[in-house]
């Protein structure tokens, strides 16, 4: 079949049902782009479209199935909640040496920009059959399908690591329970203010293949 991510040439044969399948499946892994607050525009996020982002979050592989991964979904006023928890948490946190006014600012900004965050956390299992590592790496298959749904309805969506999330103070302050949960990041959702949408660029896979036959 024909390897380019051009599958619209009129002069080729049409494409049997497995090669449609695949060739959706590259346009949707291979279009989705991260795309910041700032480059969000006023649209609100719909109720169905949270709902569809956040069903199929909930459809990642877990081992053991512990489904570790929870949503706290912040929109309109819960979202100056969060800025002002994570701007206090930030000025306590971080060294007077350290301390940027400029990141201080941009906290609360862009919370408000996008129309909806997600804190996205990890709720370790409490038998602790399954190692931490997994359950981290189930969260992320979860975001992963997030950024897949929102980048195929055409929104914007961005995860942000500020260190701040990883404190144990952003974990009781979402009223996570257990000591061992964690915040893994805030996945901010809303719609791209730009109508062309982000180009993106990865190295050669082939550099990062090592194949063992024999
Ligand atoms: C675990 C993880 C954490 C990330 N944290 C941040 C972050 O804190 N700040 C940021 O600008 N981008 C963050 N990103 C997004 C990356 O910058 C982005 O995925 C990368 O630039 C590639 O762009 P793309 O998503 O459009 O392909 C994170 C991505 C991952 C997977």
Same mark, same amino acid.
């Given at each position: 079949?024909?390897?380019?991510? +051009? ?8 494409? *049997? ?21 700032? +480059? ?7 109720? &169905?479209?949270?709902?569809? =982002?956040? @069903? ?35 000025? &306590? ?16 900004? &862009? ?6 965050? =997600? %804190? ?5 299992? %409490? $038998?602790?059959?399954?190692? @931490?590592?997994?359950?981290? @790496?189930?969260?992320?298959?979860? =975001? ?6 929102? $980048? ?15 404190? +144990? ?7 996570? $329970? *257990? ?15 730009? @109508?062309?949408?982000? &180009?993106?660029?990865?190295? +050669? ?6 194949? =063992?036959?024999?």
């Amino acid at each position: 079949m024909n390897s380019s991510s +051009d599958f619209s040439d009129p002069a080729l044969p049409p494409l *049997d049902p497995l090669s449609l399948r695949l060739a959706a499946a590259n346009a949707l892994i291979r279009r989705r782009r991260t795309i910041k607050p700032h +480059d969000m525009d006023e649209r609100p996020v719909a109720t &169905q479209h949270l709902a569809a =982002i956040l @069903e199929n979050a909930n459809w990642a592989p877990s081992h053991g199935m512990t489904e570790p991964w929870r949503f706290f979904v912040f929109t309109e006023d819960g979202r100056q909640r969060l800025a002002d928890f994570c701007q206090h948490l930030y000025r &306590q946190i971080t060294p007077e040496h350290e301390f940027k006014s400029s990141k201080y600012e941009k906290l609360p900004s &862009q919370m408000l920009k996008a129309p909806v965050v =997600i %804190a996205v956390a990890m709720k370790r299992q %409490a $038998s602790e059959k399954i190692a @931490e590592i997994e359950e981290i @790496e189930a969260v992320a298959c979860a =975001i992963q399908n997030m950024y897949l749904t929102a $980048s195929a309805l055409g929104m914007a969506a961005f995860w942000s690591t500020p260190p701040l999330i990883y404190r +144990d103070e952003m974990r009781q302050w979402l009223g996570l $329970s *257990d000591a061992r949960d964690k915040c893994l990041g805030l996945f901010y959702l809303g719609w791209p203010a730009s @109508e062309e949408w982000p &180009q993106g660029k990865r190295d +050669d896979v082939t550099a990062k293949v090592v194949h =063992i036959m024999k």
